[in-house]
């Protein structure tokens, strides 16, 4: 069955830099567009980054554009995201999601499935 198992989250000072994996298996991962998403506490989900199949597109919500780098290897079926120059506003439970079109979307029914979210905490 589809899976996805996000990994590499904790806690960090602000400044400080973490480096998330999503962990797919059952589907063929080269053929989705795989997204990052989060939650902040006591907030809604909202979107972060996502990349196309091949890995060569790349968007950033505004958010985190040009502090979070977003890849993958196809190889391994894994997704990554690079966070840099954390904020205590990135605070939240970090999800991966996949869906087979190009959303920009913060409601979760609009992916076809997503993992149960890593927790990475920003604080002094």
């Known amino acids: 069955q589809v899976q996805l198992v996000e990994s590499g989250g904790g806690s960090v000072k602000p400044g400080g830099s973490l480096k998330l994996s999503c962990a797919a298996s059952?589907?063929?991962?080269?053929?989705?567009?795989m997204y990052w998403l989060r939650q902040p506490p006591g907030k809604g989900l909202e979107w972060v980054s996502v990349?196309?199949?091949?890995?060569?597109?790349?968007y950033y919500g505004d958010s985190v554009k040009d502090r979070f780098t977003i890849s993958r290897d196809n190889a391994k079926s894994t997704l990554y995201l690079e966070m840099d120059s954390l904020k205590p506003e990135d605070t939240a439970l970090y999800y991966c999601?996949?869906?087979?079109?190009?959303?920009?979307?913060?409601?979760?029914?609009?992916?076809?499935?997503r993992g149960q979210g890593t927790q990475v905490t920003v604080s002094s």
């Open positions: 999601a996949r869906d087979t079109r190009l959303k920009y979307s913060s409601d979760e029914k609009e992916y076809d499935a």
């Open positions: 059952g589907f063929t991962f080269s053929d989705y567009w």
């Open positions: 990349v196309s199949p091949s890995g060569a597109v790349s």
